[in-house]
């Protein structure tokens, strides 16, 4: 079956310019993350979701990010406003349900501000 | 803080010898670590996984140890080939929503 898919692939923003990035997990998954990876590091936790509500939003660096799971299914991650250091991979995940099993990933979306 | 982080930051090995990458962690409360393989490109790819009441599981051509009273945690891998060159990350499950905390990954360059 298809796994998690993300777009755009690649996303060339001016400073200052709103972005809004898209994950479609597995179908059926409860559980969306969005991760943060920037060159040469680990991901690193954005934000939440267990269908529709946000649960964690602690890993997001600033009130200019925002994330959305309206239906359970699709989510979006809009930054406000991006600077240069915002440059980096963002990755969503998801897994079957709210417990320790096993995240599957998306490609990722780079964004580089220019 | 917690921590999960690696002792390597590259791994060059001939095809046909074993790897082994190491990860050592911090936080004694996580109950699950997870491999995850990276290529360049790409999202993270599962590997393998282990619970904490486990200290050793197997896979194709991998095996992972882990040694809680060190809080270590490694990733061997048998007969490396060249499609194994990617960075590899550990990661532990942290929290109660089971976000994972990612190491800063080793880079495997398997050389012919």
């Known amino acids: 079956g298809a796994g998690v898919s993300q777009s755009p692939r690649y996303k060339v923003a001016k400073r200052g310019q709103d972005v809004a990035l898209r994950c479609d997990p597995i179908?059926?998954?409860?559980?969306l993350f969005w991760y943060q990876q920037a060159l040469g590091q680990g991901p690193e936790f954005l934000t939440y979701?267990?269908?529709?509500?946000?649960?964690?939003k602690s890993g997001l660096p600033s009130d200019r990010f925002f994330a959305e799971r309206p239906e359970g299914s699709v989510s979006t991650l809009k930054i406000q406003r991006t600077q240069q250091e915002d440059s980096a991979v963002y990755l969503c995940?998801?897994?079957?349900?709210?417990?320790?099993?096993?995240?599957?990933f998306g490609p990722g979306t780079r964004l580089l501000v220019l | 803080g917690e921590s999960v982080g690696l002792h390597l930051p590259t791994l060059s090995v001939q095809e046909g010898d074993n790897s082994i990458i190491n990860c050592a962690y911090s936080?004694?409360?996580?109950?699950?670590f997870i491999w995850y393989k990276q290529e360049s490109g790409k999202g993270p790819q599962f590997i393998i996984d282990?619970?904490?009441?486990?200290d050793k599981r197997q896979g194709q051509r991998v095996t992972v140890l882990l040694n809680k009273t060190v809080k270590h945690l490694s990733l061997q891998i048998a007969a490396t080939q060249p499609g194994d060159s990617a960075v590899y990350f550990c990661?532990?499950?942290?929290?109660?929503?089971?976000?994972?905390?990612f190491g800063a990954g080793t880079r495997l360059a398997v050389h012919p």
């Open positions: 936080n004694s409360a996580s109950d699950y």
């Open positions: 990661a532990g499950i942290s929290g109660g929503y089971n976000k994972l905390i």
């Open positions: 282990i619970r904490s009441n486990m």
């Open positions: 179908s059926g998954h409860v559980s």
């Open positions: 995940a998801s897994s079957l349900a709210g417990g320790a099993e096993t995240q599957y």
């Open positions: 979701f267990q269908n529709e509500a946000q649960l964690d």
